[in-house]
């Protein structure tokens, strides 16, 4: 039954919608295959596994008797565990909200639903999403599919590694600083964070005060990326920086052959240091585009240093979710998190001005290479997936690196907004996934897809995933 569990959602889909693929019998595999792999994993740590057979069996008969059913028919769905399914708790991986269960679905998995994929269950996250391995107090480590010593990242880690190991075809993610893309380069999958307010958040008690945060997909290919945006993106009441409706479908987006394109690779972005393996995959990855016939030349310039506007945005935002809640809550908080969240209160309004001029800086950097490039190429993570239980690392072959040096390449693309996906640009000398990142103009979701779509044709990962 691999060769099903690790089909693409699209093709698994239009299997059941022909009727060669029951999905009931697709379901009852997936949950089988969470029983015997999910115990060394912990990618899932909530499933609704009766419920689930029972949406299967009623996809089962409305396709029988004829009626039209979505895109995403019978695909079993993990939904990372910051995000609301109607009837299960959303813990957020944090002990106080252990009983928080939902009341209604979130603007996303109300649409993932309404296109006819399943939920399955939750997937683990770490307290809040607030760094890039997944681990916390309430469920524990998660664990990468390739090795189980190793994290699949975070704050999206659940997801990507119920995706790597063939969990389920589709998971949703977020990303505030790298969530996404993080986790989908040390798992091998695809992820792709779309530009901000392309996909709705919400509903939700408090609107976000901070342009940083997204939604995605965590797949293994980037055709189930394209489906799922078809499916997910466009306004929402409850979002009111949401962007409206494309006007085109996403996944006919792919078969469009783009010109010949001007790509700017940066192996560093003026300052951080990377893992040489991993640097020599992206470099090959990046060749794969010359290959393809565009043009590609090595961006000499340099980014502005971000991460402490990045973090005390960050900071600020989660303080603000949590306000009414923080004090009493705090005891039960892990001791790192309550420090960010202290910090928050001391932002001045100097600090506030000192973050927009940061902000301000990185757009005329991004304005101006996006004038001269139609996308940006830098490797996903500076490093392989580290220790599963952390910290990150502190060092990139023997050279000492700054705490944020660790996420170089993903925080600055949640502060200017731009869309960036990240591919599997190879494996380590250890044999762990690294990615290449795809990042491109604002509002451009459609050509990072196609981009990142040509270099899956010429360089495919689907048949290759770890054995558990």
Not at 78 to 84: A, I, T
Not at 108 to 121: D, M
Request: proline content about 7%; aromatic content about 8%.
């Amino acid at each position: 039954m691999k060769s099903i569990l690790y089909k693409p959602a699209w093709e698994l889909a239009e299997m059941i919608r022909n009727k060669t693929l029951s999905p009931v019998e697709l379901m009852k595999e997936t949950l089988a295959r969470i029983e015997t792999v999910n115990p060394r994993l912990n990618a899932f740590v909530q499933l609704r596994a009766e419920e689930a057979i029972e949406d299967a069996g009623e996809l089962e008969t409305r396709i029988a008797k004829g009626e039209a059913v979505g895109p995403l028919a019978g695909i079993p769905l993990g939904v990372k565990d910051l995000e609301d399914v109607k009837g299960m708790v959303t813990s957020f991986g944090s002990i106080p909200y252990k009983g928080n269960v939902a009341k209604q679905d979130s603007a996303q998995v109300a649409r993932l639903r309404r296109a006819g994929a399943i939920v399955v269950g939750k997937t683990n996250t770490p307290e809040f999403g607030f760094t890039g391995f997944t681990k916390n107090r309430l469920y524990g480590v998660t664990r990468n599919p390739w090795n189980l010593e190793r994290t699949p990242g975070g704050s999206s880690g659940g997801s990507a590694a119920a995706v790597a190991a063939g969990l389920v075809p589709l998971a949703t993610g977020s990303d505030a600083g790298g969530s996404i893309r993080i986790p989908a380069s040390y798992c091998g999958c695809f992820g792709i964070k779309p530009t901000f307010g392309r996909i709705p958040f919400g509903p939700s008690t408090r609107l976000h005060t901070t342009r940083t945060w997204t939604l995605g997909p965590l797949t293994r290919s980037v055709a189930d990326a394209a489906l799922y945006m078809d499916c997910t993106a466009g306004d929402h009441p409850a979002d009111p920086e949401s962007l409206p409706r494309s006007s085109f479908s996403y996944l006919e987006a792919l078969k469009i052959h783009t010109e010949k394109l001007k790509i700017g690779f940066s192996p560093d972005l003026g300052h951080a240091r990377v893992q040489k393996d991993v640097l020599a995959l992206a470099e090959k990855a990046t060749a794969a585009f010359e290959d393809m016939g565009h043009q590609v030349e090595i961006w000499k310039g340099s980014f502005p240093d971000v991460g402490q506007a990045w973090s005390d945005l960050m900071n600020r935002e989660l303080c603000g979710q949590l306000y009414d809640d923080l004090e009493k809550i705090r005891p039960e908080l892990g001791h790192t998190l309550v420090k960010s969240l202290d910090s928050a209160k001391d932002l001045s309004f100097d600090d506030r001005i000192n973050i927009q001029k940061s902000r301000t800086e990185l757009n005329r950097v991004l304005w101006d290479f996006f004038n001269r490039f139609d996308l940006l190429l830098t490797p996903t993570m500076p490093t392989e997936a580290f220790a599963a239980k952390g910290p990150p690392p502190s060092e990139i072959d023997g050279e000492p690196i700054p705490l944020l040096g660790a996420v170089a390449f993903t925080y600055p693309f949640n502060l200017s907004g731009h869309p960036a996906a990240t591919v599997r640009a190879g494996l380590t000398e250890s044999g762990m996934p690294a990615g290449l990142q795809i990042v491109g103009p604002r509002h451009s979701d459609a050509l990072v897809l196609q981009a990142a779509y040509q270099y899956e044709r010429v360089n495919p990962w689907s048949d290759h995933w770890p054995v558990l």
